[in-house]
């Protein structure tokens, strides 16, 4: 509290729109959270005035750690999750960085496996190794056998489940009590289940991640990540290399997730259903060699899905007939008119891209697949697109 107060001074109209007396008349209640912007936070006294990322202490002293609309948005990912505390990034690959950043060190070792996103990949090789840290991928199957690949220098096990674009279903149990028995933690990065079809915390995982970019927002319109965790050294170490990193978000984009929220429940419900009617179909037709969905039998880890999952998501792969020329699986991807050709997935449009080319140790699926995501759009109608160049593939 001020010690005392000056006199109120006349002041020049330029100085009184920094210092205005004018306002809105305060009473207002709406159900939405407001969008807060701020760089500065404003202390009560001189006293009050420091700097520290953890909002268990003192919530708000400078806008990098985030403004009400952030930490309500943080919150609500915790509570949805399970965990303890979220960190919001400003994407799921900022959120995946944040987490080996601050948990690993020079002269370490971390186990991802093989089905890891692609970027998760690229930073491991090319990023963790400037600073000695090695990157070993294993068996996305490997379940308990982890323990055979862990080492005195092992700081982190990755896990995530399904596996981008081959969606192989991990042993999260199996690989975390392994992991836990030589005192190494795990991260999973938990983005398909949208952090409610998957019970990471429940399963063994200490750290969840999420690219908050495809189900929480779920409108193609934003970039943001997550970080939960419920270990009290995990969110010192987070909290320190996000403040260290600069790691802010924009509370707009965080009000757009919030937003995302509100309808997750019913569009999660929508796109299991209709996604299951997709793949299904596909499973049947004759140039199809298999559909890599981790709710019908013969997906990898399907067993696994049954067991861990309360339900499954939007994206799915299809390998093709071998005997197809990749020209061929191009000109069927560009005559689709439903089906938009792009990355990412988890927004209301249905999308396809190729994936010819991926990145694995170990060969897990046919040069011929294509990774699709199921939109709000009528199942019949995504069905007869696909129907349609279906048809036009050479015999
Ligand atoms: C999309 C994705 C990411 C990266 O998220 P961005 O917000 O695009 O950075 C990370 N992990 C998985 C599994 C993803 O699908």
Redesign the pocket.
């Known amino acids: 509290m001020p010690p005392e107060s000056l006199p109120a001074p006349r002041l020049d109209w330029r100085t009184k729109l920094a210092h205005p007396d004018a306002a809105a008349p305060p009473g207002f209640r709406s159900l939405v959270t407001p969008v807060y912007r701020g760089s500065t936070t404003v202390f009560a006294s001189a006293a009050h005035v420091h700097d520290h990322w953890d909002r268990r202490e003192t919530p708000y002293t400078y806008g990098l750690y985030g403004t009400p609309t952030t930490l309500e948005l943080a919150a609500r990912i915790a509570e949805l999750e399970g965990g303890g505390l979220t960190f919001i990034a400003p ?4 959120a ?1 960085a944040l987490v080996d950043l601050a948990v690993l060190k020079a002269g370490g070792h971390v186990l991802i496996p093989d089905c890891i ?1 692609g ?2 990949r690229e930073f491991s090789d090319r990023w963790l190794s400037r600073w000695d840290i090695r990157a070993e991928y294993y068996d996305p199957m490997i379940g308990a056998g982890i323990a055979a690949l862990l080492r005195p220098q092992t700081q982190l096990v990755w896990c ?1 489940s399904p596996g ?1 674009v081959t969606m192989e279903v991990q042993d999260v149990p199996a690989i975390a009590a392994a992991a836990h028995a030589a005192g190494v933690p795990v991260a999973l ?1 938990n ?2 289940a949208a952090g409610v079809f998957f019970d990471a915390f429940g399963h063994g995982a200490d750290i969840a991640v999420q ?1 908050l ?2 189900y929480i927002g779920g409108h193609s319109d934003l ?3 997550s970080v939960t965790v419920r270990d009290e050294a995990l969110y010192r170490a987070l909290g320190d290399a996000q403040q260290l990193l600069g790691m802010g978000v924009s509370p707009d984009d965080c009000s757009l997730a919030l937003r995302g929220l509100q309808t997750l429940g019913v569009r999660l419900d929508h796109l299991q259903r209709s996604t299951l009617e997709v793949a299904q179909w596909l499973q049947a037709q004759p140039r199809v060699a298999r559909v890599r969905h981790p709710a019908l039998p013969g997906s990898p880890g399907h067993e696994i899905w049954k067991r861990d999952f309360t339900g499954s998501a939007s994206v799915f792969s299809v390998e093709f007939d071998a005997a197809l020329a990749q020209d061929d699986l191009v000109a069927f991807i560009d005559r689709l008119r439903l089906f938009k050709i792009g990355y ?1 997935w988890g927004g209301t449009t249905s999308l396809v891209v190729p994936q010819f080319s991926l990145h694995r140790d170990l060969p897990r699926a046919g040069r011929n697949l294509v990774r699709f995501n199921i939109g709000l759009e009528r199942s019949d109608d995504l069905i007869e697109d696909l129907r349609a160049s279906l048809a036009r593939l050479p015999g």
């Not at 994407?91 to 900022?94: F, I, L, T």
């Open positions: 994407g799921g690959q900022a995946i996103y970027p998760h995530e981008s990065d983005t398909y690219a970019t495809k970039l943001l990540g990412s």
